[in-house]
């Protein structure tokens, strides 16, 4: 495994939640933390922009009173996910927003830039890009980002088309840096399958869609639990940037899941209107055809856990 910078070194699970945009929030960050797995949120979900830092002291207070209350069992850090693609128009105000209350990890998405992680870094914070490809890859860390979140093929959201193997095995050829990895990954022998190919944590978003404290709809959440990769789309229709959603919210929405158009990618939007227009085409990854119920953050981390020692137990047995 990698070296790992401070606030990824001693997480009581190799996991980090991944930030589900609309859905995540604080109630559902806390609770991933809580539970022992990195909890993250996209900034611009919170909504107006002035309620971004109301969500930041909630959750870095709330953390706070509950590591002082429990200093044998902290909570795992948090991380906020900023968008830094030129539609972003939040993006200063929301990082001025991050660097007060030193937000310990961040996520960036569409392009990497060094005044970003330089802003992160100005107090020890923790930046892992999200890339799709080698190429970006290498243009996340000679840009400044500290590591990489690898998102492979079948990941809920902007996903991209390669191989876990393949994506991996390419990085860790000149990369020993913290790497998380992306792609359908449910399951406690999943995320230790991640460990194995030679990531250091699993990045888990559509599972956590089916939680009770995941501000999604109860249809949404239903959706996944009776939903499996058959039903998964890809498409860059709805954001102009390739990702996998329901099948179900794309026929409910009047089209044919089947027969969607091509984006232009030029037409990117995040944050603005078009955003509103696709709020009910749910976004989802294909590995929900392990998630049979809607259950309690704490229980589902709880069973994820089980299962990674049951995979170890059963590797070892070997």
């Known amino acids: 495994m990698s070296r790992l910078p401070a606030p990824l070194n001693a997480l009581p699970l190799p996991i980090i939640g991944s930030p589900l945009f609309i859905i995540s929030n604080p109630k559902l960050v806390i609770a ?7 909890g993250a949120m996209p900034s611009l979900n919170a909504r107006p922009a002035s309620q971004l830092d109301e969500w930041l002291a909630e959750i870095t207070e709330t953390l706070a009173a509950y590591n002082l209350a429990h200093p044998d069992k902290p909570a795992a850090p ?16 929301d990082m001025e927003m991050c660097v007060k209350y030193k937000v310990p990890i961040y996520i960036t998405s569409l ?44 990941a809920g959201g902007h996903a991209g088309v390669k191989s876990p193997f393949a994506l991996i095995q390419e990085i ?5 840096g913290p790497v998380a990895l992306s792609g ?73 899941p089947d027969n969607l158009p091509e984006s232009d990618p030029s037409k990117m939007n995040f944050g603005g209107d078009k955003s ?4 009910d085409i749910w976004g989802c990854g294909q590995g929900i055809g392990a998630i049979s119920k809607v259950q309690s953050t ?19 047995a070997y």
């Not at 948090?78 to 105000?93: D, M, P, Y």
């Not at 830039?113 to 890339?131: F, M, W």
């Not at 860790?172 to 020993?176: K, T, Y």
């Open 184 to 256: 359908a990954i449910s399951t406690g022998g999943a995320v230790l399958a991640a460990q194995a190919c030679g990531a250091d944590f699993a990045y888990i978003g559509s599972a956590f869609i089916a939680t009770e404290e995941a501000r999604a709809s109860d249809a949404y959440k239903q959706a996944i639990v009776d939903s499996s990769s058959d039903d998964i789309v890809y498409s860059n229709l709805f954001t102009g940037v390739h990702g996998n959603y329901l099948a179900p919210s794309i026929r409910a929405a009047g089209m044919d």
């Open 298 to 316: 704490a229980d589902f981390v709880a069973q994820l856990k089980r299962e990674y020692q049951e995979a170890r137990q059963r590797v070892c």
């Open 32 to 38: 991933q933390c809580i539970a022992g797995v990195v």
């Open 111 to 154: 392009g990497a830039r060094e005044d970003i992680n330089a802003a992160a870094h100005s107090y020890g914070g923790v930046v892992l890009h999200d890339i799709i490809n080698n190429k970006f890859a290498h243009k996340a860390i000679e840009k400044g980002a500290d590591g990489l979140v690898a998102v492979a093929a079948g």
């Open 276 to 279: 509103k227009a696709w709020k």
């Open 172 to 176: 860790r050829q000149w990369f020993d």
């Open 78 to 93: 948090f991380a906020i996910n900023q968008i830094v693609h030129k539609s972003n128009e939040r993006l200063e105000h």
